[in-house]
């Protein structure tokens, strides 16, 4: 840790403090608002790079430290490999540009977050805690304000079709997995009774994997002081207000529609992409089809059913396109960072990604790569965070 009584150390301090925060809207914001034409994702990448590269780091790295390092480049060289596999290599980039920015806001946020003071560090995490709820809930209130106004088409697509238009970070499923987040989070670092309104949250998205992947998180984290009266009445408190808004807005046969899956169709096209993705990856069960293969390879594996170019099941992706070596390669990163995360008690948060595994994912999840490579890179200290979020920093 950079001593703060040194001028220079307090201008590293504060520079590596600001591309935290650039980060920080980098990876949450990769679809827009975008600076003529380009994302703040890419952005944030290019100013933490140039940035990086006017530091000195120290040699002395942990074996634990270089091993999740190597085995992320082997990966991604691995990856690499894909371009001879499938017939568009430009769209075998396009993936690829995902992949490697996905490692790179990963690997920028413990770089420059581990050059923070500890009370720097709680700092950061609260900010991407509460912009991460601002824009959730900006993003819930426009959805739901656009849904209500455009008329008699009250279908859960247009709902998703409100979703979608929204400025912010927008997708169903990936702000139901975002909540996810900030619930681990705020069951690490700040009030347990905000996963009240962040399951609340879950619940308006209309996202069945949300629902049940943060009612789990939710019960888990609560265990039985969900007993104690004061939670149970949060918890009765947050369904009643549910069953209210749902209500209001008319929308209470749509969420009986998407609970009732005999009534959904596209739970039988899902089971249809993954079989696809079974018959793909049994084609070439050590290396896969390779990266993009999924979507290059479609129509040679398809029968019929929904037309989507990843089969809605992270584990049946990774073993279509990257077969059983890559499985190996990215399962032992995962366990590497679990193992790290598990000892500051955020173990959850691989917990949290690999339960959405079943419904999603693809390896373009910028905004948690970035979140583990933070809380790797965290100093936990003895003395409660309600005591340190405002500290004061010398030359600050």
């Known amino acids: 840790m950079e001593s703060s009584f040194d001028s220079n150390a307090v201008v590293k301090i504060n520079r590596s403090y600001f591309i935290i925060i650039l980060l920080c809207f980098g990876a949450l914001f990769i679809k827009n608002p975008k600076i003529y034409g380009i994302a703040i994702t890419d952005v944030s990448i290019v100013i933490g790079l140039l940035i990086a590269a006017t530091y000195s780091f120290s040699s002395k790295i942990k074996v634990s430290n270089l091993l999740l390092l190597g085995l992320c480049v082997s990966f991604i060289l691995y990856e690499g490999i894909g371009i001879f596999k499938v017939p568009d290599n430009m769209k075998f980039l396009l993936y690829y540009a995902r992949v490697i920015k996905s490692f790179l806001v990963g690997f920028l946020g413990y770089l ?44 859960v697509w247009a709902l998703y079709s409100a979703l979608k238009v929204s400025f912010l970070y927008a997708d169903k499923n990936m702000v139901a997995f975002t909540i996810s987040l900030l619930m681990v989070l705020s069951n690490r670092f700040f009030n347990r009774r905000y996963m009240f309104f962040l399951w609340f949250l879950t619940i308006v998205s209309l996202s069945r994997s949300g629902i049940l992947v943060n009612t789990i998180l939710l019960f888990y984290f609560m265990g039985f002081r969900l007993i104690k009266p004061s939670l149970l009445i949060a918890l009765l408190i ?38 696809m993705g079974i018959a793909m990856w049994l084609d070439a069960p050590l290396t896969g089809q390779g990266l993009s293969g999924f979507e290059q390879n479609f129509f040679d594996f398809y029968e019929g059913g929904e037309e989507t170019p990843f089969p809605h099941n992270f584990y049946i992706y990774i073993l279509s396109e990257q077969g059983l070596v890559g499985f190996m390669l990215l ?52 003395e409660p965070l309600e005591n340190s979020l405002f500290p004061t920093i010398s030359g600050q």
Do not use: C
Request: glycine content about 6%; overall charge positive; charged content about 15%.
């Open 112 to 155: 420059f977050f581990q050059r923070l003071s500890t009370d720097l560090q709680y700092k950061a995490i609260r900010f991407f805690f509460f912009l991460a709820i601002i824009s959730i809930l900006l993003d819930t209130v426009y959805s739901l304000y656009y849904y209500t106004t455009i008329g008699t088409d009250k279908s």
């Open 331 to 382: 399962s032992a990163i995962f366990l590497i960072i679990w193992l790290k995360l598990f000892k500051k008690q955020l173990g959850m948060l691989i917990g949290a990604y690999l339960m959405f595994g079943m419904f999603l994912f693809n390896m373009s999840e910028y905004h948690f790569f970035f979140l583990v490579g933070l809380l790797l890179a965290f100093k936990p200290k003895p």
């Open 238 to 275: 947050t369904l009643i207000f549910s069953v209210i808004l749902v209500y209001a807005l008319d929308l209470s046969q749509m969420f009986m529609d998407r609970l009732s899956l005999n009534k959904d169709l596209s739970m039988q096209g899902r089971l249809g992409l993954q079989k």
